[in-house]
């Protein structure tokens, strides 16, 4: 299938594990001759595929994209909008409420984020414990 899709032009549909027993239920629908939920998945997959992949790889550093499009296996997008909604993210919000950053702010605001994680810890003394 992903190749077929590949030689016209579309990117591969990735169907990922969680929703493997959606995908064969939907294959043997497809086999009995209602192709719907099969088409629907296989659309979803390319169009998530489109957003996480292919959008923030030729936008560039520096154009608004969705959030979606810029979420990472560190930082979801749940994460990433709730940081533009306190403001911890540059941001924009769109219309229809839609968050738009950049890679460069996503990954300013990454870095910011785990930074204290990353600073050594300075020792205790016994003046700090009283």
């Known amino acids: 299938m992903n190749l077929v899709l590949v030689r016209l032009g579309y990117p591969p549909a990735i169907i990922q594990k969680r929703e493997r027993p959606r995908y064969l239920l939907a294959l043997r629908r497809a086999d009995a001759g209602d192709p719907s939920p099969l088409g629907e998945m296989v659309a979803r997959a390319i169009l998530e595929n489109l957003m996480r ?5 030729v936008a560039g550093p520096f154009r608004l994209v969705a959030l979606e499009a810029l979420a990472t296996p560190v930082v979801g997008h749940r994460a990433l909008a709730m940081a533009a909604r306190r403001g911890r993210l540059r941001a924009v919000r769109g219309d229809g409420g839609v968050w738009r950053s950049t890679r460069r702010w996503v990954d300013d605001y990454v870095g910011q984020r785990y930074a204290s994680l990353r600073r050594p810890r300075r020792p205790r003394s016994r003046d700090d414990l009283s």
């Open 53 to 57: 992949f292919v959008v923030p790889a």
